[in-house]
């Protein structure tokens, strides 16, 4: 319990801010200063709302330098340095925000202490940039410590307490955070460092959410996701199985969510060895697309992988050039989306012993990478 209770202090002490913060205005503040420093930032905001971003830059800049009259722990300076942080993100500009958002959160943190509790939405956030920008040397220890922090924030919740219920929304925002930063890290292939953060948010969810809540569907199929690709195959089954049972009550058998939930429970019995279950799986899912008219040709490869580890060759290979000639319709003929599929079929090919087709497949997957 100390640890976890150092954990959340050394959090805090580490960053801190306001996700989205209005400044304060100090009441001894000179009202010619603050209402020069207001007009800039509410028309650099205005501007770049607008997509003008060359007076939204030059009007936020000048907000910025008039922060810098009001002192290093006066929240103005916070805000204009976010703005300005925001600007350079949405003109793709991430080596020149990421400064200004760490400089918004020890302004702000200088101005709130460590006890506010939007706190922890700007250590998401700063979290949530560094790994998008593979700074693992600063993302990594506040993840971890986000992961502590959710697991004695949620052991401490009181639901007699006078904030409760601010208490549930807060931990529900950070639900939210974790999944963001476990996306970020699955989309770079770091799964052993998205798993926790997925755990994380899957457990305040079921706290508070109903049980046929979406919400709690989609973080256990992103769980289950994980363990997956850790070869964690057995802990992901019954992950699946929930959050496909949730999905069709929810959305319906037929909804994409619910065909997409049953995709992966295929996928996951195929790799189990379980080629009965899914088989059974795929087909029910065939028919519904059938019966519904929807094209997933992301079923349609996994039903080919699993008639592939059956040694079902050729209904694999009719299956994948169904999702090659779906993909090709939806994406375009260069839709770098067929690269992989390509990959696939043409692996297929040499398994069949038909070496020169899966050459000929293999050069149209370079060429539409640019290889």
């Given at each position: ?45 205005e ?28 929240l ?172 069709e ?6 909804s ?46 996994s039903?080919?992988?699993?008639e ?23 994406n375009?003929s ?38």
């Open positions: 319990m100390r640890a976890r209770q150092n954990a959340m202090i050394s959090l805090c002490l580490l960053v801190g801010a306001q996700a989205f913060l209005s400044p304060v205005v100090h009441a001894t503040t000179s009202g010619d200063k603050y209402r020069t420093w207001e007009k800039y930032n509410k028309a650099g905001e501007a770049l709302a607008q997509n003008n971003f060359g007076e939204a830059e030059k009007l936020l800049l000048a907000g910025a330098k008039e922060a810098e009259k009001f002192g290093e722990s006066d103005r300076l916070a805000t204009s340095s976010k703005n300005l942080a925001d600007y350079y993100q949405v003109r793709g500009l991430p080596e020149k925000a990421l400064p200004l958002y760490e400089r918004w959160e020890r302004v702000t943190e200088k101005s709130l202490g460590t006890a506010s509790p939007q706190v922890i939405a700007c250590v998401v956030k700063l979290t949530g940039l560094y790994v998008s920008q593979s700074k693992f040397d600063k993302g990594d220890p506040l993840a971890r410590k986000l992961v502590m922090f959710a697991d004695w924030k949620l052991s401490h919740y009181d639901p007699k307490a006078s904030q409760a219920i601010s208490q549930k929304d807060e931990l529900l925002d950070l639900s939210n955070g974790l999944s963001s930063i476990a996306r970020s890290y699955k989309g770079l292939g770091k799964y052993e460092q998205a798993e926790p953060l997925f755990k994380a948010s899957l457990d305040i969810k079921e706290k508070f959410l109903t049980h046929n809540h979406l919400g709690i569907a989609t973080s256990l199929g992103e769980l289950g996701t994980a363990y997956m690709a850790l070869n964690k195959r057995t802990e992901a089954e019954p992950l699946f199985l929930d959050a496909l049972s949730i999905t009550v929810t959305m319906g058998k037929k994409g969510q619910a065909i997409a939930c049953a995709n992966d429970l295929g996928r996951c019995y195929t790799s189990e060895g379980k080629y009965t279950d899914a088989e059974s799986v795929f087909k029910e899912i065939m028919e519904t697309m059938k019966s519904s008219g929807r094209q997933n040709p992301a079923v349609i490869l039903y080919a992988w699993l592939r580890s059956e040694g079902k060759f050729m209904q694999a290979e009719q299956h994948m050039k169904e999702a090659l000639t779906i993909t090709e319709r939806l375009g260069q839709s770098y989306s067929l690269a992989p599929i390509l990959d696939d079929y043409a692996d297929l090919l040499q398994k069949m012993h038909r070496d020169a087709d899966a050459s000929r497949i293999l050069a149209r997957a370079r060429t539409i990478r640019g290889m």
